[in-house]
């Protein structure tokens, strides 16, 4: 087995309520360089390895996001 | 008439939905739970609102795979009429049965409180009692009502009618105050393009009896006893009389009910 990690993110220009608030509090602490701040979800999922990429969009596009709002990528090993 | 609740794990207003179908309006009431593939016996189903499966993922996200969601979709087809409330309405939008995405409050605040809603559309069956801009006062309680679609998607809602409630002030004014949540042109509730699948944010069930402070959302589950006691059969797409012309009573609508059978629309 091996982990695919998947990063989601809203789409840009759906409002990212959650990421402007924590943009707010960085601006608060004294971080004013700091741009756009996006929160999003994060998983972990055990696959084989041998699984096709197919498989993980097909997961992505039917479940784990929804394409009206959010975008996703395979993320990089940590 | 026989309603089923669906009650999920993490439902939490399922009890008041049953409590009003059952003892307010004394309808049959059947709690389906979310694990059973199947809705047999209803004339009507309600999704109530809770946070089914924990909201895990999205609002909604894993209840729209539970089995009974296949039985729901069914149900759906087949021109049953289905009400998703709170919850219940990010349920439906998971599934693909309502057009639209629920974002997170614009606040990024949970709201609860109660609201003015204006009646946009009264072609389905939980509105067809009502008058088209009237409004009701009842309470919403979400952290994710945001409605969101995409432009295309929501010009065709409004030319369509599916665009069923919006939030307003008391004198049914559309304002930007009036909306609690960010909304999208203050849609607070939307039905799919056959008209018998509608999800709204507030709660009718918490507001159906005077104790509550109104009754207003009573008028939507009589909506939908009224369309059923006149003839037309559970399943039926309502009759496209809509808000134009006289509403039917009587035998005339039962002979307008019989019609819709055949596909005469």
């Known amino acids: 087995m091996t982990t695919v990690r998947i990063v989601i993110t809203l789409k840009p220009g759906i409002l990212d309520a959650a990421g402007q608030a924590v943009r707010q509090g960085l601006l608060s602490l004294g971080y004013r360089e700091v741009g756009e701040v996006k929160v999003g979800r994060y998983l972990e999922i055990a696959v084989p390895e041998d699984l096709a990429p197919e498989h993980i969009a097909a997961m992505c596009e039917r479940f784990l996001t929804n394409p009206l709002i959010e975008d996703w990528r395979v993320g990089e090993a940590p | ?265």
Request: glycine residues 14%.
């Open chain 2, 1 to 265: 008439m026989r309603f089923g609740v669906v009650v999920f794990p993490g439902s939490n207003c399922d009890r008041d939905c049953v409590h009003v179908l059952r003892a307010v309006l004394g309808q049959d009431v059947d709690e389906l739970w979310s694990g059973e593939a199947t809705v047999s016996g209803a004339d009507a189903l309600i999704l109530p609102g809770g946070f089914a499966f924990g909201d895990y993922l999205r609002a909604g996200a894993v209840a729209s795979t539970a089995p009974i969601m296949a039985a729901v979709r069914e149900f759906a087809q087949r021109g049953g009429p289905v009400l998703g409330i709170c919850n219940g309405f990010q349920v439906l939008l998971e599934s693909g049965l309502l057009p639209g995405a629920m974002l997170r409050n614009k606040s990024l605040q949970f709201r609860c409180r109660p609201v003015h809603l204006r009646v946009e559309s009264t072609r389905t069956p939980f509105t067809r009692a009502l008058g088209e801009g009237q409004v009701l006062r009842m309470p919403i309680a979400h952290g994710e009502g945001n409605y969101y679609a995409p432009q295309t998607v929501a010009r065709r809602l409004e030319d369509d009618g599916q665009i069923v409630f919006r939030y307003s002030d008391a004198d049914g004014r559309i304002t930007s105050e009036s909306n609690p949540n960010g909304s999208l042109d203050g849609i607070a509730g939307v039905c799919n393009a056959a008209g018998n699948v509608v999800g709204l944010m507030p709660h009718p069930e918490r507001a159906s009896e005077e104790i509550l402070g109104s009754t207003d959302g009573r008028l939507l589950f009589e909506s939908v006893l009224a369309g059923l006691s006149r003839g037309a059969p559970a399943g039926d797409p309502p009759a496209s009389a809509g808000a134009t012309l006289p509403r039917p009573s009587g035998a005339g609508a039962r002979l307008i009910a019989t019609a819709g059978r055949g596909g005469h629309r």
